[in-house]
């Protein structure tokens, strides 16, 4: 197994002991039913969603909109490109 899977593995562990110490409960509980079960995988998806929204504007120039990787050089006079070319900080524009 390579190093990320461990990672992965180890970060599994970790949320299982954090779930039963604030649930009481595994993943093996039955006390579900199955749209129980489908309605927290959707409720898990839908802070994923809003986890990757709030990914893309970070990467998005407030006034070119355009993604970082995709600016054109004419733009590298904008710092707000610049930083984000770099990837050193997120954009705070108020």
Same mark, same amino acid.
């Given at each position: 197994?390579?190093?990320f899977e461990e990672k992965v593995i180890a970060k599994i562990r970790s949320r299982a002991e954090v779930g039963k110490k604030k649930y009481g409960t595994t993943m093996e509980r039955e006390d579900l039913s199955l749209i129980e079960?489908?309605?927290h995988l959707q409720e898990e998806l839908m802070d /994923? /969603?809003?986890?990757v929204e709030r990914?893309?504007?970070d990467t998005q120039c407030p006034i070119h909109g355009l993604a970082a990787e995709h600016f054109p050089n004419s733009l590298s006079s904008c710092p707000y490109c610049r930083r984000l070319r770099r990837g050193t900080e997120t954009l705070k524009t108020d």
């Amino acid at each position: 197994m390579s190093k990320f899977e461990e990672k992965v593995i180890a970060k599994i562990r970790s949320r299982a002991e954090v779930g039963k110490k604030k649930y009481g409960t595994t993943m093996e509980r039955e006390d579900l039913s199955l749209i129980e079960w489908l309605t927290h995988l959707q409720e898990e998806l839908m802070d /994923a /969603a809003v986890y990757v929204e709030r990914l893309i504007e970070d990467t998005q120039c407030p006034i070119h909109g355009l993604a970082a990787e995709h600016f054109p050089n004419s733009l590298s006079s904008c710092p707000y490109c610049r930083r984000l070319r770099r990837g050193t900080e997120t954009l705070k524009t108020d």
